[in-house]
């Protein structure tokens, strides 16, 4: 009988000892994974709040009335960034032009949460182009913007035309006047008037992203043209304008051009050739390239190997002018991505169904700019026109001479260099 009771013996202590270890050893690593899990959790809903207060600031891209888009945030409503991230639930100081709250109705319910990371810490944020996010223990930055002058430095070219589709000339240039109001930055509004030249071209400068009242006035007459414009980001638009009643007598005078200038044309479309791949967050590669202000690596096309690959894009539409054009340059800003190995571009345009390419050069480790002109239309062997500039594609090719490292390139534009 004392045999078998020795054999039922229970657990000696050093196995319990051994089992309570391995049991805190266990609890001990789901406390860490879940500690880790709570982190990953408060980071992902941070990241959401700080992309939710971006777009209060610059609106919603994807937010559209009549195919445009329509919202601009607070940068829309007052023509700067706001001074701290209490001016997107309460206006700054009796802004007439604030039209918030600017953030969505579910902060209503806590009216001062948002401005707090998961954490419980405050973000940081006054006024610049990123906010900051310091709860974690380490830094978490959203960038709202590569520059503020993507948001507050724009600009807008017109062309104004009578109901003919005469252009004013030298004689009726001066008896037109543009005016655009916008936002003057600190809750006001400030109006810019403008003229056009003898082509009916008139050039609006540092212009806000927004929704913008524009008048287009015939003095003689008293008669005005009312419209609005819409000014995107990083983007120089254009329109035509034409007076329903009025028509500049012999056509203006003929017409003349008097002015010289430079036309800036930037990618807006997919063209006849898409071969380099994309980098950072663009979704087509025309739109990794099309910006006004660079954003390095924030958006680019690229290329690796020693073969050349070739992109070109359709460009937006010039404004109409009885100008010459006496010559097109064709720039791509780009760089290689180590100094061991060599990487080139060739910029290229297309027209006619024909690709033209300009000399190899040679990059270097930091985005610079390359450019080739063109004297007259290759196809075609005579000086440009401005309907051979309305169907010109253009873009760049890039080449290295190894399938790991890469040349890249972040931006592509066309200048047309005109006069009389």
């Given amino acids: ?13 050093i196995e319990l000892l051994i089992v309570i270890i391995v049991m805190g050893i266990a ?14 959790f408060r980071r992902i809903k941070t990241e959401r709040e700080m992309v939710t207060l971006s777009s209060a600031i610059v609106g919603n891209p994807d937010l559209h009335s009549n195919g445009k888009r329509s919202d601009f945030g607070y940068i829309g409503d007052i023509g700067a960034f706001p001074p701290n991230l209490n001016a997107l ?43 900051t996010s310091n709860g974690s223990g380490s830094a978490v930055t959203k960038k709202i913007a590569d520059a503020s002058s993507d948001y507050l430095l724009n600009s807008f070219i017109g062309v104004i035309k009578d109901a003919d589709d005469s252009l004013p000339g030298t004689i009726y240039r ?34 806000p992203a927004g929704t913008h009242p524009l008048e287009i006035i015939y003095i003689p007459n008293n008669d005005t043209l009312s419209r609005f414009v819409t000014i995107l980001p990083r983007n120089k638009s254009n329109a035509d304008y034409k007076f329903a009643d009025i028509s500049f007598p012999s056509g203006g005078g003929g017409g003349g051009c008097d002015s010289s200038g430079t036309v800036i044309l930037r990618p807006n479309g ?25 954003d390095g690596n924030a958006t680019r096309v690229r290329s690796s190997g020693s073969s050349y690959l ?5 460009l937006i539409e010039p404004p109409s002018s009885t100008c010459n054009i006496n010559k097109i340059t064709v720039y791509g800003r780009a760089k290689k991505t180590t100094i061991f190995i060599p990487g080139y571009i ?10 033209y390419e300009g000399p190899e050069q ?21 000086a440009w026109t401005w309907s051979d500039i309305e169907q010109l594609e253009a873009g760049i090719s890039l080449s290295t001479i190894s399938p790991v490292f890469r040349v890249d390139c972040t931006q592509v534009w066309v200048e047309v260099d005109y006069g009389p």
């Fill in 1 to 13: 009988m004392q045999k078998r009771m020795q054999k039922n013996k229970g657990f000696s202590l």
């Fill in 27 to 40: 609890m001990a690593v789901g406390m860490q994974w879940m500690g880790a899990s709570v982190d990953d």
């Fill in 89 to 131: 639930y309460q206006n700054p100081g009796g802004y007439s032009t604030w039209d918030g709250p600017y953030l969505p109705p579910e902060f209503a319910q806590n009216t001062a949460g948002y401005k707090f990371d998961e954490w419980g810490k405050a973000y940081v944020y006054t006024g610049g182009i990123t906010i």
């Fill in 174 to 207: 001066d008896s037109i006047d543009i005016k655009v109001t916008i936002p003057n930055g600190s809750g006001g509004t400030l109006s810019k008037i403008y003229n056009p030249d003898s082509a009916g071209v008139f050039r609006l400068d540092s212009l």
């Fill in 270 to 294: 997919v063209g006849a050739k898409t071969e380099l791949t994309r980098g950072g967050g663009c979704g087509a590669n025309w739109e990794c390239v099309d910006e006004v202000s660079s």
């Fill in 310 to 314: 070739t992109d070109t894009y359709t």
């Fill in 346 to 355: 060739k910029p290229v345009i297309r027209i006619d169904g024909a690709e």
């Fill in 362 to 382: 040679l990059v270097t480790n930091s985005y610079s700019d390359y450019g080739h002109e063109w004297a007259i239309n290759p196809s075609t062997g005579q």
